[in-house]
């Protein structure tokens, strides 16, 4: 007979918050817009099977998507009211740092020395030194090494920036992870704290579900009758894959926002520039550094021509377009407007002279990068 010592009880593993999250976004979506599966072998006459299947109607996705969306909102908003509450806690028992504004244990600096501290701290904070407050999540054209679109927009352009884009973040990823939704939540309470309102929401994302690794699939082989990309695996990546995780994630920062602010924000999205598939990656892309991204699988497949695969790629970027401009044709999406970014930057090929506004294969340079920045401003 077992002992009491022998049959210690196991110990409960809390979740994760991203299992949480997953668990909240797949119970969110698994019978929405679907019969049951009862009714469905019911009508078949089928024995029932195993294996899963998502929604394919396009109609359903998007339904799904835009509830999707809101379910997540809702979750990772009511999970860091807990945490801003732990957080109140914290400031009423320990109060403001010492020698801390308004504390009174240090009193403000005068003459010379006050002058000195805000000549280094510059004009930030100061009324009038700002044009705005943008939020932004994305990938890296709004978190890259030095500049990018978000850093341009700051510092030469004078909006003040609260950011949590990550480089190298998939749109599948911040629709589905929940880590830059998150993030975005906490961005929006700390700006809702310093008694501020978002002018605008920037979003950025879709170059890393289609580059990299992955680039090759969507590509017949060059000597194939059929050369060019696969229009099969290419609309289900772009029409199936990225539309719906857009609308997911379009839709948990759209409802996001009406919850902590009371309004709707606009948005502003882009699908990038035509880019030039010539086998630069970041600093050249030598060793560990990230890139070349297409090149490698323009080479797998037989593509050599430089100018030829500027053409495919600009294929790319229209179809991107093409989708971003029927995601936002939703009704639930009229405050969302696509910033189109072709043509901003050169691709002319003769003696190299694109390389003065791409600095690879996917990112502009910084004079590219301020190109950029200027058509967000506009729209601004």
Same mark, same amino acid.
């Given at each position: 007979? #077992?002992?009491?010592?022998?049959? &210690?009880?196991? %110990?409960? @593993?809390?979740?994760? /918050?991203?299992?949480?999250? !997953?668990?909240? +976004?797949?119970?969110?979506?698994?019978?929405?817009?679907?019969?049951?599966?009862?009714?469905?072998?019911?009508?078949?006459?089928?024995?029932?099977?195993?294996?899963?299947?998502?929604?394919?109607?396009?109609?359903?996705?998007?339904?799904?998507?835009?509830?999707?969306?809101?379910?997540?909102?809702?979750?990772?908003?009511?999970?860091?009211?807990?945490?801003?509450?732990?957080?109140?806690?914290?400031?009423?028992?320990?109060?403001?740092?010492?020698?801390?504004?308004?504390?009174?244990? #240090?009193?403000?600096?005068?003459? &010379?020395?006050? %002058?000195? @501290?805000?000549?280094? /701290?510059?004009?930030?904070? !100061?009324?009038? +030194?700002?044009?705005?407050?943008?939020?932004?999540?994305?990938?890296?054209?709004?978190?890259?090494?030095?500049?990018?679109?978000?850093?341009?927009?700051?510092?030469?352009?004078?909006?003040?920036?609260?950011?949590?884009?990550?480089?190298?973040?998939?749109?599948?990823?911040?629709?589905?992870?929940?880590?830059?939704?998150?993030?975005?939540?906490?961005?929006?309470?700390?700006?809702?704290?310093?008694?501020?309102?978002?002018?605008?929401?920037?979003?950025?994302?879709?170059?890393?579900?289609?580059?990299?690794?992955?680039?090759?699939?969507?590509?017949?082989?060059?000597?194939?009758?059929?050369?060019?990309?696969?229009?099969?695996?290419?609309?289900?990546?772009?029409?199936?894959?990225?539309?719906?995780?857009?609308?997911?994630?379009?839709?948990?920062?759209?409802?996001?926002?009406?919850?902590?602010?009371?309004?709707?924000?606009?948005?502003?999205?882009?699908?990038?520039?035509?880019?030039?598939?010539?086998?630069?990656?970041?600093?050249?892309?030598?060793?560990?550094?990230?890139?070349?991204?297409?090149?490698?699988?323009?080479?797998?497949?037989?593509?050599?021509?430089?100018?030829?695969?500027?053409?495919?790629?600009?294929?790319?970027?229209?179809?991107?377009?093409?989708?971003?401009?029927?995601?936002?044709?939703?009704?639930?999406?009229?405050?969302?407007?696509?910033?189109?970014?072709?043509?901003?930057?050169?691709?002319?090929?003769?003696?190299?002279?694109?390389?003065?506004?791409?600095?690879?294969?996917?990112?502009?340079?910084?004079?590219?990068?301020?190109?950029?920045?200027?058509?967000?401003?506009?729209?601004?």
């Amino acid at each position: 007979m #077992a002992t009491k010592k022998g049959r &210690k009880a196991k %110990k409960r @593993v809390e979740p994760t /918050a991203w299992e949480q999250f !997953a668990a909240v +976004s797949r119970g969110a979506v698994s019978s929405r817009g679907r019969p049951s599966a009862k009714a469905v072998r019911a009508k078949r006459g089928t024995p029932r099977k195993r294996g899963v299947a998502g929604t394919q109607s396009a109609t359903q996705a998007t339904a799904q998507a835009l509830h999707l969306g809101r379910k997540q909102a809702e979750w990772v908003i009511a999970r860091h009211n807990g945490l801003l509450q732990r957080r109140a806690k914290v400031v009423a028992a320990k109060g403001p740092a010492r020698g801390g504004a308004g504390t009174g244990a #240090a009193p403000p600096r005068k003459g &010379k020395g006050a %002058k000195k @501290v805000a000549a280094k /701290a510059g004009s930030g904070g !100061a009324p009038g +030194s700002s044009r705005g407050v943008l939020v932004a999540e994305g990938d890296s054209w709004f978190d890259y090494p030095f500049y990018d679109v978000l850093k341009k927009l700051d510092y030469e352009l004078g909006w003040d920036i609260e950011s949590v884009a990550h480089r190298g973040d998939s749109v599948e990823s911040m629709a589905y992870d929940g880590g830059q939704l998150a993030d975005f939540v906490a961005a929006i309470q700390r700006v809702v704290r310093r008694g501020d309102v978002p002018h605008a929401i920037l979003m950025s994302g879709g170059g890393n579900d289609v580059a990299g690794d992955a680039f090759a699939m969507l590509l017949n082989h060059r000597s194939s009758p059929v050369y060019g990309f696969n229009p099969a695996v290419l609309d289900g990546v772009i029409q199936t894959r990225i539309r719906v995780a857009y609308t997911t994630m379009l839709s948990a920062v759209t409802a996001a926002c009406q919850s902590l602010l009371g309004a709707t924000v606009p948005i502003l999205l882009h699908g990038y520039d035509y880019p030039v598939a010539d086998g630069r990656g970041f600093l050249g892309g030598w060793g560990p550094l990230p890139g070349p991204w297409l090149e490698p699988g323009f080479l797998q497949k037989g593509y050599a021509d430089l100018a030829e695969r500027v053409a495919i790629t600009r294929d790319l970027i229209d179809r991107m377009y093409a989708m971003l401009d029927a995601v936002v044709a939703l009704p639930a999406f009229a405050h969302v407007k696509v910033v189109n970014l072709r043509n901003v930057l050169s691709t002319d090929l003769v003696n190299d002279r694109y390389k003065a506004w791409w600095g690879n294969e996917l990112h502009p340079t910084q004079q590219g990068f301020t190109k950029v920045a200027k058509q967000f401003d506009d729209q601004l």
